[in-house]
DNA sequence: TACAAGCATGAAAATACTTCTGGTGGAAGA
DNA sequence: TCTTCCACCAGAAGTATTTTCATGCTTGTA
């Protein structure tokens, strides 16, 4: 998980830094609001912390600028700033969650985590890479990869295993299938997907019993995950 | 905004259900966990809120089978258990926030709206899932999971299951579920609805009891919800 | 209690799936 | 241009699973 730390006193920020890298999070650290927009607009992180009292922009600023700027990455305020009033006002800026200081770092991580589960629910974005085991998929390049050795596959079974892969666990009627891999509409009476499934099974699957397609029957296939 | 409130006490509960009412929020409220479990499968709320001390099944396990049923709705803690310990495992538990009682009902509402505004975020995509008590139904996917586990159906005792819950609280005769799910016009004399009605009810009832498919002798069957 | 309706079960029949064989056609190289 | 190769697909034989039916048993109703 990456997060980006937006805090100007350095020991506080070593602190959590420190904190967090050990927890195996993978922490930048911003000193100032301007600095902080930049880095956000620059890489995408998972989670976002501020702090609001922060020389130049401070927090509730920054904050606002980021959800201009469409940066939807979930954003946790760590501030000594505890009244309702501040709580309120940093939420309403665009916040997902206000921590007070002085704060436990259990409960720091714990938030974090939150936050980061919601987001991962929620924006299953499209990713050029996906992982299923110890299968490599790599979409634009268009690579397969099993136990890291190369998975040699012809464009209609990459096509297939695309499809697959971003419908996972769901059931895939033939009828589907051929629609979108092959483009074909109501041509029943062929048995291609079949075949390919089957060629799939045996180009991609390390040990012979573990199936990543499994057949339901009367129904069509389904990628399992 | 639909809120969920799970809470036994009657005058915390009112305060909160009038606070709520007042700024234009729709509030039901479950006075325990069961309840507040039977609620949540059966409506969509876009918020729940939990207490953690309840009668019967407690906040945290109400939060964990929740999860379980795939009820993604986001979820606030709101207790008097302030501790790091109960927050993180709160948090861990699967919700989205932790609000120590006593609290400011503005920051309650600021909360609220920070959650709901996340969860707007997100792309949704339509899904077609029904829930029976704690039998989830997904019709596009096509996977049926009681208590959160996997219930593998055959296609015809799916299309089976489709067209009474499509249908609940309805007598359907066996003539109507032949000419419906089987395509079969006038053959009486078979007795496959009956085999396959048993199917289901085995494979589909958490505990023999409580039966889904009610036989109404000389009529057919119904699923009573 | 008697009778009809519904239920459970096992085995046969039907259907669906896997796998192998081989043919076709297009692309790459001689 | 001709040959060779290989992706692609259809057919068919061999398996596996599902569906159906017939039977006897249980339950509900008059």
Redesign the pocket.
């Known amino acids: 998980m990456k997060i980006l730390l937006v805090e100007d006193e350095p020991y506080v920020a070593g602190v959590i830094n420190k904190g967090l890298t050990e927890k195996g999070y993978s922490v930048s650290v911003a000193p100032d609001g301007n600095t902080g927009l930049k880095m956000a607009l620059a890489h995408s992180f998972d989670v976002l912390i501020l702090d609001i009292m922060l020389p130049g922009m401070n927090g509730m600023e920054l904050c606002r600028k980021l959800r201009e700027n469409k940066i939807n990455s979930p954003i946790l305020f760590l501030t000594a700033l505890g009244t309702t009033e501040n709580i309120v006002a940093g939420l309403d800026a665009g916040a997902d969650d206000y921590l007070v200081k002085p704060f436990k770092f259990a409960e720091l991580e714990a938030r974090l985590k939150s936050l980061n589960r919601r987001k991962n629910l929620v924006v299953q974005e499209e990713e050029d890479v996906q992982y299923l085991d110890t299968l490599r998929i790599d979409f634009r390049s268009k690579l397969v990869e099993q136990e890291g050795k190369p998975v040699a596959l012809?464009?209609?079974?990459f096509r297939l295993l695309e499809f697959f892969v971003r419908n996972k666990n769901r059931v895939l009627s033939?009828m589907e299938i051929l629609e979108k891999v092959?483009g074909i509409d109501f041509?029943m009476?062929?048995?291609?997907v079949?075949?390919?499934?089957?060629y799939l099974?045996k180009k991609i699957s390390s040990n012979p019993d573990k199936k990543f397609i499994q057949?339901?029957?009367?129904?069509?296939y389904m990628l399992k995950v």
Chains 1, 2 share one sequence.
């Open positions: 012809t464009s209609t079974e033939r092959w041509n009476g062929t048995n291609v079949d075949v390919y499934v089957n099974r057949t339901v029957v009367g129904m069509g």
